[in-house]
């Protein structure tokens, strides 16, 4: 069983920057570089819950046109550990967002999700 868990969410001016975390748990370091997809999601209040994007096993990432250009997603294997490096940041980008992980290939739908973070929260302000 993967556990995922959240950190570094917070409030920060439009324009600024945040990056979260997400601790991988419960793998072995093996699975992130092999056979896990990790992935983060975000849903806004009254939203439904909406990919960001996504890193392959083998490195490639691929984003959402919404942050294409401003949000990075990177991961290092042996701290089992994926990180959102969110820059520019916009109101519009206020959310919960998930760190998730899908076995063996990506998904940009939410029931093809295998593991779920808890969420941590990014409020951006005008």
């Known amino acids: 069983q993967v556990q995922l868990v959240e950190s570094g969410g917070g409030s920060v001016q439009a324009e600024g920057s945040l990056r979260l975390s997400c601790a991988v748990s419960g793998t072995s370091t093996k699975d992130l570089a092999v056979g896990l997809c990790m992935e983060w999601f975000r849903q806004a209040p009254g939203k439904e819950r909406e990919w960001v994007g996504s890193?392959?096993?083998?490195?490639?990432?691929t984003y959402g046109d919404s942050v294409k250009g401003r949000f990075t997603i990177s991961k290092d294997n042996a701290k089992n550990t994926l990180y959102l490096q969110m820059a520019s940041l916009k109101p519009e980008d206020t959310a919960m967002y998930y760190c998730?992980?899908?076995?063996?290939?990506?998904?940009?739908?939410?029931?093809?999700?295998?593991?779920w973070g808890q969420g941590t929260q990014v409020t951006v302000s005008s």
């Open positions: 998730a992980a899908k076995k063996w290939g990506c998904t940009v739908a939410v029931p093809g999700i295998d593991y």
């Open positions: 890193i392959r096993s083998d490195g490639a990432t």
